[in-house]
């Protein structure tokens, strides 16, 4: 099975930045690469993702702030995170499927990282 790593994770105060990273080995061979969270005592939420034509969607609660990006000769997959907020506090995971549908929904993937904590402070 792919093993996906993540990167980037940090503290932040909140307005900051991150960005953070995925390697997906054989990038090429997956259809759709996502980024996940989970807050401690919530469920695991989609954040966003991106299809192999470019085409990406949002969560609503980070839809203007974050975008999702995929470099594929780099095998890799980037979120950036502007203007956080302690909301967005949680562990992020990277996931890829290697087919359709491109959703914001865990269920699809079959392809996941082992999560980059990101801890907003206000």
């Known amino acids: 099975q792919v093993q996906l790593v993540e990167s980037g994770g940090g503290s932040v105060q909140a307005g900051g930045s991150l960005r953070l990273s995925c390697r997906v080995p054989g990038m090429s061979y997956s259809y759709c690469w996502a980024w996940f969270r989970q807050a401690p005592g919530k469920e695991r939420e989609g954040v966003a993702v991106?299809?192999?034509?470019?085409?990406?969607r949002y969560a609503d609660s980070v839809k203007g702030r974050f975008t999702i990006s995929k470099e594929n000769a780099k095998n890799t997959l980037y979120l950036q995170m502007d203007s956080l907020t302690p909301e967005d506090t949680a562990m992020y995971y990277c996931a890829a499927s290697r087919s359709p549908p491109c959703t914001l929904v865990a269920k699809y993937y079959d392809a996941w990282g082992q999560g980059t904590q990101v801890t907003v402070s206000s």
């Open positions: 991106i299809d192999s034509a470019g085409i990406t």
